[in-house]
């Protein structure tokens, strides 16, 4: 049973910008929400995570539903090293605290 | 290290042997992830441990399939009378655990895979 769920792909075009859905509307109070990215040929990496407050890093930042029912990763200006496939995860706490990739979205950026 | 390690790199192996993946995570780290790609698709979820307890196995395909990390650093995954359809990239994952005034999981990072191919 899929914990998260995402568009399976979106088109962006290059240094637009871009925001990506997840709806997660199961998630338990103490559910963190986690985004990771899979560039073509690499391992998954880490992009953004929060709570219940919208957070900002570097690299993107996430917007976070006041109920945590939804969530959406943005890319502010989105370049062509950014396509990749992004995944929603939520990650519980103590010994909850697996980590179960679903589809992911696959984005494109064109230039 | 400076990262997680898994090795070998990569694996070539004839139906019916046993293999064991090793994955070397970042020093300190309490959760270890154990992950299975196929060409095309995303992650999917093994098993993973926090210290040397075994927390979720329910992703492992079979019983040909387990994993230990018995001082709750190193693991290894084994996979016992490999078939064709164990080919794949498996891939390990560490992160830390931070508690304080409640829990919060830090960012995992993900090592470089163990390609494998069942001949």
């Known amino acids: 049973d899929a914990k998260t769920t995402q568009p399976n792909s979106m088109e962006s075009n290059e240094e637009e910008p871009v925001h990506l859905p997840c709806n997660h509307s199961?998630?338990?109070?103490?559910?963190?929400i986690h985004w990771y990215r899979q560039l073509p040929s690499q391992g998954p990496e880490y992009v953004i995570h929060?709570?219940?407050s919208n957070v900002n890093n570097r690299m993107a930042s996430l917007a976070i539903a006041e109920d945590r029912k939804s969530s959406t990763l943005i890319l502010h200006r989105a370049t062509l090293r950014d396509a990749a496939v992004y995944y929603c995860?939520?990650?519980?706490?103590?010994?909850?605290?697996?980590?179960?990739f679903g589809a992911g979205t696959r984005l494109t950026v064109k230039p | 290290g400076a990262g997680v390690s898994q090795s070998p790199r990569y694996k070539v192996t004839k139906r019916g042997q046993d293999v064991a993946l090793r994955c070397d995570p970042i020093?300190?780290?309490?959760?270890l992830y154990w992950y299975r790609q196929a060409l095309g698709q995303g992650p999917e979820f093994l098993t993973y441990?926090?210290?040397?307890?075994?927390?979720?196995k329910s992703g492992l395909p079979n019983d040909r399939f387990s994993a230990e990390r018995p001082e709750g650093s190193i693991s290894t995954l084994t996979i016992q009378r490999t078939e064709q359809r164990d080919s794949a990239m498996y891939r390990c994952?560490?992160?830390?655990?931070?508690?304080?005034?409640?829990?919060?999981?830090?960012?995992?990072?993900f090592g470089q895979g163990t390609r494998l191919t069942v001949v």
């Open positions: 995860i939520l990650r519980g706490t103590y010994n909850n605290n697996d980590m179960r």
């Open positions: 020093s300190g780290h309490v959760s």
């Open positions: 441990f926090n210290y040397e307890a075994q927390q979720d």
């Open positions: 929060g709570l219940t």
């Open positions: 199961t998630i338990s109070g103490t559910d963190y």
């Open positions: 994952a560490s992160s830390l655990a931070l508690l304080g005034t409640g829990f919060m999981n830090t960012e995992a990072f």
